[in-house]
């Protein structure tokens, strides 16, 4: 027997205005409930959004319905090319450099007391 999909708050970002976050509260915009109900009704599963599970699960859980139990709603990062990054890094700090000295020789040249060579 399949009870009905257990559903997590639709995508609870904030640039989508699905879901607005209050103190001690949350509203969930008319467009979403739609949504959340139609999920619901047809038994639709969605990746991060959506699952339908079995009594027996639900049992082995001790009828814990917390959503994160049955449906992972955190979205998987983008990887990180840590090679890529590095070399950016690296070219930044040289630009940087670069910019330092360049700024040194301008206080140099204008001949600012205040500032120390």
């Not at 639900?58 to 090319?81: K, Q, S």
Request: charged content about 30%; glycine content about 2%; overall charge negative.
């Amino acid at each position: 027997m399949l009870c009905g999909p257990i559903t997590s708050l639709i995508k609870q970002s904030p640039e989508n205005h699905e879901f607005t976050k209050l103190q001690n509260q949350s509203v969930i915009a008319d467009a979403a409930t739609k949504i959340l109900q139609e999920t619901f009704l047809t038994g639709r599963e969605e990746p991060h959004h959506s699952r339908l599970v079995s009594m027996d699960e639900i049992a082995e859980n001790d009828w814990n319905l917390n959503v994160h139990r049955y449906v992972d709603t955190i979205e998987p990062e983008e990887p990180i090319d840590v090679r890529e990054t590095l070399q950016e890094l690296d070219r930044l700090a040289e630009e940087r450099r670069k910019m330092d000295y360049e700024l040194q020789e301008y206080i140099i040249v204008c001949e600012y007391p205040w500032v120390r060579t």
